[in-house]
């Protein structure tokens, strides 16, 4: 199992994650400069973090705390690079046995055609790197790579740069090798198709952070629907109509089909159309109308979706009139509330932080 | 063909080039790594002071040696202390002015060769149980051969041609520190030594012509497939 606890700071991202990694093949999703290959280099020993731990199977790798940082040659993983990194003065066997000489490993030679076999290298053995086309090369890189008999292989959008017919053949490769080896994998794509195809254990990052993980299909389901929300900075949307314009106490009062909501600081005319932009961090959910709160704008709605995101949190999404809102809540709360597909609850939204804009 | 004496001129000539590229590679390796690989202050300072004898008149690096590793140089007599080895008016000062005016190329053209090994090469090795140096010696060291022979034979051309400085601090002393450049300048100043010198000038522009057929046949070979 691999433990990893630690931040560091590079640029303006700042990486901060804490994992336990026990599936075979454990996929790192997320967008590119989400920081996923700059957390293998850290495990890896290329790069360091600026504090926390890394363990592996009980083996401390680095550790701020316990001043430990193993130099990469003596923490037995297998790293294949996105920019492939073959030997071109050595030919392709050398290339291969070149981590058995280093790690000083008896020369196994049923393991080494077992491997060359499956990953159909046996015409290459005596080519220079550089005659060898890009899948090829990627596919000695790896080979080189489960050659050294890692603890664990990291493989880092090893398919990244190539087009795609030659994506697809190595994908082949990799799936051939990850069903007739026994090695654990930690895989950085991008590729929703690579990590379904590979990956039993999804985690998803994003600016340097955990936002999902759990099983491959569900997962990327959720993550790609966060970042959408994300990317475009918005949330969903209730559409409503201004009832009362701004009045003496300074909020304008507009109707949904799901309730009444006041709003400060809106200036539009009676009647006019209105898009309510809400994001799920300001959507708070409550079994009762909550007479005696602050916030005042809350809507009757009826939960259609639950999914969790990271170990901690869950997405509640709720039917609210005709529209659609999302809630980020707490798996407690989840628990607490009794939520379920079906249930009725009421929808708090925060007047202050809605975005108004105005609908033709 | 030629005279005794002329052979003893040349059979000099090499050793004092042979050794000042055998003392100029190992430092002008180290110094062409560290360039290579790292631009902090510290590199520039010894970029500087490496690249000086380039440009400088010869005679002043001359004159830095006479002062730095004469009698009373600082230098000069730690190593007459230390190891009872003198340097001045003795070939050992020639092959050193040698190596200090060779050094400056042969660190270029091993920079260069190293700059061109990929540094994210030694990384993959790494990764692969190689420890600092024996990714050196398998991966950094091998790529950055050619360089390493040009360097030796530049160097060595440099060497066999060294003459103001020389001169400045070993003086032009036969048999001890009159190398070929030496030997024609001495010839050039006797009256009817001209035939010697035409000679020696011969000698000189063969060793050139070999040396730079060798660093061509040779790099044709490095550029070859495995």
Known sequence: MLKLEFQRRQGALSIDVKLALEARVTALFGPSGAGKSSILHCVAGLAQPDSGEIALDGRVLWSSAAGINLPPEQRRLGYVFQDVRLFPHLSVRANLQYGVRARHLAYDRERESAIVELLGLGALMDRAPRTLSGGEQQRVAIGRAVLTDPQLLLLDEPLASLDVARRMDVLGYMQRLRNALDIAMVYVSHDTEEVLMLADQVVCIQQGKVVAQGLPATTLAVAERSWAMQVRREGLVLRAVVAEPRNATGLTILTHPAGRLKLPGLRLDRGRNVELRVQPTDVILSRDRCESMSVRNVLPAKVIEISEIGDAQACVTLAVGPDRLESLVTREAVDDLRLHIGAEVFALVKASVVEAAPHP | ?226
């Open chain 2, 1 to 226: 063909m030629l005279s005794a004496e002329e052979w003893e001129i040349i059979r000099l000539s090499l050793k004092v080039a042979a050794w000042s590229v055998a003392a100029s590679l190992p430092v002008g390796y180290l110094i062409a790594y560290r360039l290579a690989r790292s631009h902090s202050i510290g590199s520039t300072v010894l970029d500087v002071l490496v690249t000086l004898p380039l440009v400088l008149p010869p005679v002043v690096t001359g004159f830095a040696l006479l002062v730095f590793f004469g009698r009373n140089g600082l230098g000069g007599e730690f190593l007459e202390r230390a190891l009872g080895v003198t340097l001045i008016f003795r070939w050992t000062g020639a092959a050193l002015a040698a190596a200090v005016m060779s050094l400056p190329l042969m660190v270029r053209v091993m920079r260069v060769a190293i700059a061109s090994v990929d540094a994210r090469l030694t990384g993959a090795a790494r990764t692969l149980g190689a420890g600092p140096w024996r990714a050196f010696a398998t991966i950094t060291l091998p790529l950055s051969l050619p360089g390493i022979f040009g360097a030796i034979i530049l160097g060595f051309a440099k060497a066999l041609g060294e003459f103001g400085a020389t001169i400045t601090f070993v003086s032009n002393i036969p048999g001890e520190t009159r190398t070929i450049p030496l030997a024609i300048y001495n010839l050039l100043q006797t009256p009817s030594g001209e035939a010697g010198a035409w000679r020696l000038c011969i000698v000189s522009v063969a060793v050139s012509v070999v040396a730079i057929v060798a660093t061509e046949l040779l790099s044709r070979r490095m550029r070859q497939p495995l």
